[in-house]
């Protein structure tokens, strides 16, 4: 269990250094030796030509059986509102059923949902309709319970979720539960055809690493994804489907936690997860009256504002605008960053938007290594500018 | 009030920064420290032991350096702390690492919330609060922002999702992970600091937890990785040139070509 370095088959070639993420070979008198820290991720195993490198792992033997077939998507809704990652899971697992030649079902828990059809027009072959009062509000207790017991009716091989504030809370308890693996907040999935494998790629370490991760012994395989990193399908409103009611037996199911209240953040004119502009504003700013300039810029491209962390530590502005590891993911069409530097962290949650355009007085700052447009210059100058031009044209 | 925080010792990443020759991160210089998300969920959990009375105890699977986490956490208000380690939990993922925590909790008995941070800044999944939360069948709340009241067995919280906040109630014992905004964590006081160069660590390794060997660490993880890579930044974007009111002109005209103005 673990790793081993054989010592006789190691020629000292260095070629496994640059490969470890992590920093923990190093060639020490002709040898390779390797530091605390190992997280067994085997890069270091596929880059040495001379099999000095050996991860040992006790693997479970245990086929996995034929029997799970079928691709899963997690319909969200709130307030009787699918939400856009539904759509945008849908045209992944639209693609991810093609190559392996199987179906692929909508599960969508929720009360009055009069869109269910448009899951069809998405790319839904089968949807799985749970309709009660009761499931109105998400209740992750009684969704984690339905969705179990779904799962292991009629046992699909693939279940995906989008990685929003509920599907990362109760996504994970369902995992526990089937005791199967799961992949927190992807960015990429693919399938190993050979062996029938979702390959599922995720940042990690603030998005500086990117690692890909199967599960190779259990199913269904399970994923979170990150909201607007997918794009959704134009909806083909001839295409055909089926809709299955399941009832929901409210006796069966136990509710350990109760939603009393909930109070919605009212400073949001456009949601910046939705909006296909954002205008984001960071330290630059110089004080939280200066939004109002990016407000301006933003009402008059009817864009949503974004910030990053380090403003909404500051209180310039509330947790629901910021961008990033912490934040949100967004992806709009355009994102324009004000006086932000571009943090690794604020980038991993804006980096995939279409357009990028950076304005920053530091022509150094990382931001720029990221954006498709920079102007180096005075945000207090450029903004007003661009807010002037647009209202006249 | 029995609290059990856990939580992890991770580099810290604020400042990795890539090697350019290497492509690999730079770890010299780069402490290690208790997970800035976990320093929350300590500081809550101190919060409730002074509000309530009991004790706090601090919770870390990890290897054996991950102890100076644990005496931070000590310095930091912890009553007493536990790590478990052994050579078998090296490459947990999150299920097994769930199921090691869980199989410690239970040797620790009783307990009445058990707080962990929102995620961490590594590995960046915040699966493990919710996973050990069904491990020990007791409810679970994420994103928690503020405990507002415990009273007879039940908790109130209210907790942070997209569109605003909800008020939950839940009752004991639980499992929440925490946010940021929910306490702003103290300095280590001097008191703290010498009983923290004194504090007696338990190490609880396989045989101390009892579990089989193949359900944790590597061995017992469903999911592998199987590889690791850097994304590629395609950097060829355009800076403009020359006067500021041709640059935003230039501008103008890219966006008015994309389509977007």
Partial sequence: MGIQIDLDKCV?????????????????????????????CGACQEACGYEAILIEAVSEVEAVSDSHQGIWVFAEQRNGKLKGVAYELLAKGRELANTLQTDLSAVCF????????????????????????DLAINQEDLYAQQLIELIRQHKPEIVLAGATSLGRAFIPRVAAILKTGLTADCTGLDIDTEN??????RPTFGGNIMATIICQTKRPQMS??????????????KRKGQIIKVDFNRESITSKTKLLNFVEDLTETVKIEEADIIVSGGRGLGKAENFQLLRELASVMGAAVGASRAVVDEGWIPYSHQVGQTGKTVCPKLYIACGISGAVQHLAGMQTSDIIVAINDNPNAPIFEVATFGIVGDLFKVVPMLTEKLKNQ | MNVIVCL??????????????????????????????????????VRLKERFGGKVTAMSMGPP???GALREAVSLG???????????????DTWATAYTLASAVNKLGQ?????????????????????????????????????????????????????????IEAPLPTVITVVKEINVPRLPSLRGIVKSKSAVIPVWTVPDLGVDQSRVGLAGSFTKVIKVFFPQRVCQGEIFQGELGNQVECLMGKLKDAGLV
């Fill in chain 1, 12 to 40: 000292g070639c260095g070629d496994c250094v640059p490969v470890c993420p992590f920093g923990l070979l190093e060639i020490v008198d002709d040898k390779v030796q390797l530091k605390e820290g190992c997280t067994l």
């Fill in chain 1, 110 to 133: 929720g009360h009055g949902i009069d869109e269910v059809n448009r899951l069809i027009a998405h790319g839904a072959d089968k949807v799985y309709m749970v309709d009660s009062p």
């Fill in chain 1, 196 to 201: 029938r494998l979702l390959r599922q790629t």
């Fill in chain 1, 224 to 237: 979170t994804v990150r909201p607007r990193v997918f794009k959704k399908n134009e909806p083909d409103e």
């Fill in chain 2, 8 to 45: 992890k010792q991770v580099p810290g990443t604020a400042q990795v920064k890539i090697d350019p020759e290497t492509n690999t991160l730079i770890r010299e210089g780069i402490e290690n420290v208790i997970n800035p998300f976990d320093t929350y969920a300590l500081e809550e959990g």
């Fill in chain 2, 65 to 67: 350096q991950a102890e």
């Fill in chain 2, 78 to 92: 912890a009553d007493e702390a536990i790590l478990l380690s052994d050579k078998a939990f090296a490459g947990a």
């Fill in chain 2, 111 to 167: 307990y009445d919330i058990i707080i962990c941070g929102r995620q961490t800044l590594d590995g960046d999944t915040g699966q493990v609060g919710p996973e050990l939360s069904e491990m020990l069948e007791v409810p679970f709340v994420a994103y928690v922002s503020r405990i507002e009241e415990i009273a007879d067995g039940q908790m109130r919280v209210q907790r942070m999702v997209e569109e605003g906040h909800e008020v």
